[in-house]
């Protein structure tokens, strides 16, 4: 065999691994393999199961969240992580104008592990209830796997909170995305529903604000009828 034509040969192979490699890498990198979201609906929502996480918890239907005064609403993709961290301490920056608005500030997990949720807390400054079957992550419930540590985005994502001084840890299911809602009084409706595209992808706070400022309490409904 000439020599020559092996050389040829094998450096056809190298380039064409590298070839599918960058390829993989500039799909990796787009949304073409995202899980596609689904919109939740106010009666899906109403619906779903919360416990209190309480030595002897209460468990009550989420409605009662955001029924007399609306609510904004943080589905934690897993407290230990530095970005949801991040993600946390930008919704509680807004609690002083949620306070004045009258809009509470909760926060949802769906599990509770060792003192998790306790080490979180000093993030987020709202009340946080247990999600146990996954709804406030649903209707589609949507995965981030190991592609997520090849997206420029998530390292940009890292490097931000990593600069901003959050710090976190691996305990827990950390692969389910998660999201924040912003929830009217009543059946006023969901104002904003903000799903996690991939690991850091923040809700505007800006936008949260917007919607939480047309929230018609209860009170005031019933009055302009």
């Excluded at 995305?177 to 009543?186: A, R």
Aim: charged share 25%.
């Amino acid at each position: 065999m000439d020599p020559s034509f092996f050389t040829m040969g094998m450096w056809s192979i190298g380039a064409g691994a590298l070839g599918a490699a960058a390829l993989a890498l500039l799909l990796a990198n787009t949304d073409v393999f995202l899980s596609t979201s689904q919109k939740a609906t106010l009666e899906y929502l109403e619906d779903i199961d919360l416990k209190t996480l309480e030595k002897e918890p209460r468990t009550f239907k989420a409605k009662e969240l955001w029924e007399k005064n609306g609510a904004v609403i943080m589905a934690v993709r897993r407290p230990g992580c530095f970005l949801c961290r991040e993600e946390a301490a930008d919704l509680s920056s807004l609690k002083p104008k949620l306070d004045e608005l009258g809009v509470p500030l909760y926060a949802v997990v769906k599990e509770q592990i060792r003192t998790e949720v306790q080490d979180f807390q000093p993030y987020f400054k709202g009340e946080i209830f247990l999600d146990e079957k996954k709804r406030f992550y649903g209707p589609q419930r949507r995965k981030m796997m190991f592609m997520g540590f090849v997206r420029l985005g998530v390292w940009y994502n890292f490097f931000r909170a990593r600069n901003g001084g959050f710090s976190g840890n691996l305990e827990g299911e950390g692969f389910i995305l998660g999201g924040v809602f912003v929830v009217g009084s009543g059946k006023q409706g969901i104002l904003l529903e903000h799903r996690e595209k991939e690991f850091g992808d923040k809700v505007n706070p800006v936008s949260v604000l917007e919607a939480a400022r047309k929230i018609q309490p209860q009170t005031s409904a019933a009055e302009s009828k």
